[in-house]
């Protein structure tokens, strides 16, 4: 049973360009959610998705970062016009349901804005 | 808000002792859950232990063990016989049913070091 995948590991971009990064739930997990980690600093929760729907994205930047779990295929988050501040490690996690569960955790993208 | 704290930015041990690390959580909730996740180097975060709020027993994994104390909201990390492979960064985390609403809300990490 493979893991929460997440690609890509790195990415570098350049101001004003777009970041698209995909996770792959662990098989069998419905829920997805999404975390930034600044240098030096824990991870800060930015949005959960179930399939097809938004349920809460309250940590997500309110311009430029949108997320997605469609029907078929892996969650996208995407960050348009990247600025510097925007550097960071993005992790996904994935739960079997959203009830107290464990949810573990991918390998993480890293987002390099220069 | 639900708040974590972890007051220690970095702790040091030598291989094969005893270290704790501490976690101070602030919630209005009854019922929640506990987490302690490990960052290594390659950037993983890695699970390491889980307690239920309800429960009083407090939650062990091999080397590793909590220790839950409800009424003062604080959950510390017990690593025994040290090894350095445990070197790494320590996060605690804190969630409450249908923990989506709100995701995990994390401490800031202790940073662990262990001497050979």
């Known amino acids: 049973n493979a893991g929460v995948m997440q690609n890509p590991r790195h990415l570098v971009r350049r101001r004003g360009q777009e970041a698209r990064l995909r996770c792959s739930p662990m098989k069998g997990h419905s829920h997805v959610y999404w975390y930034r980690q600044l240098p030096e600093e824990g991870l800060k929760f930015m949005v959960y998705l179930q399939k097809e729907n938004i349920i809460d994205e309250s940590g997500m930047p309110k311009e430029r970062f949108s997320a997605e779990f469609p029907k078929e295929g892996p969650s996208i988050l995407r960050i348009q016009q990247v600025v510097r501040g925007d550097s960071a490690a993005y992790f996904c996690?994935?739960?079997?349901?959203?009830?107290?569960?464990?949810?573990?955790f991918g390998e993480g993208s890293w987002l390099t804005v220069v | 808000a639900q708040t974590v704290t972890q007051s220690q930015p970095e702790m040091s041990v030598q291989e094969a002792e005893t270290v704790t690390l501490s976690c101070t959580y602030d919630t209005s909730e009854s019922d929640y859950y506990l987490f302690w996740y490990k960052q290594p180097p390659s950037r993983q975060m890695i699970l390491v232990i889980r307690?239920?709020?309800?429960?009083?027993q407090n939650a062990t994994e091999n080397r590793f063990s909590v220790n839950f104390q409800k009424a003062a909201k604080s959950f510390s990390l017990k690593i025994s016989d040290s090894q350095l492979g445990d070197a790494a960064m320590y996060f605690c985390a804190y969630s409450i049913p249908g923990g989506g609403a709100d995701g995990l809300t994390f401490g800031k990490g202790t940073h662990l070091i262990i001497q050979p």
């Open positions: 307690q239920e709020a309800y429960k009083q």
């Open positions: 996690a994935s739960s079997p349901t959203g009830t107290g569960n464990t949810i573990y």
